[in-house]
């Protein structure tokens, strides 16, 4: 089991769109729900958006509904946060984590539910 990678931030103008990828291995995308989430400097991290390890749920942050859409592509072992109308309160650090699937945290796609540790992230600022 591998380590998750991001990739994809970077600065874009409000009303910009923004692509992040997850990189995680076959082992961990098979038994794992994921997670996107994000930090903004000083305050705490929070869930953004989760996915099911069978495709069969998703979980939306209120503040992103309508504007993101997670998805995966098991082939290239990658889970995607696609995001659209960015505005600048979407401003932050993401990062994505696999999630115990046994516990309940995952659906509501709490932080807490990480089975491991937090990586790099990548760094997404939305600005004119």
């Known amino acids: 089991q591998s380590q998750l990678v991001e990739s994809g931030g970077g600065l874009v103008q409000p009303g910009g769109s923004l692509r992040l990828s997850c990189a995680a291995s076959?082992?961990?995308?098979?038994?794992?729900?994921i997670g996107w989430f994000r930090q903004a400097p000083g305050k705490e991290r929070e869930g953004v958006s989760c996915?099911?390890?069978?495709?069969?749920?998703?979980y939306y942050a209120d503040s992103v509904k309508g504007r993101f859409t997670i998805s995966r592509d098991g082939a290239k072992r990658t889970v995607y946060l696609q995001m659209n109308s960015l505005k600048p309160e979407d401003t932050g650090v993401y990062y994505c984590?696999?999630?115990?699937?046994?516990?309940?945290?995952?659906?509501?796609?709490?932080?807490?539910?990480?089975?491991?540790?937090w990586g790099q992230g990548t760094q997404v600022t939305v600005s004119s």
């Open positions: 984590a696999a999630l115990n699937p046994y516990g309940s945290g995952w659906y509501d796609c709490t932080p807490l539910a990480n089975i491991g540790s």
């Open positions: 076959a082992f961990t995308l098979h038994y794992y729900p």
């Open positions: 996915i099911s390890n069978s495709d069969d749920y998703t």
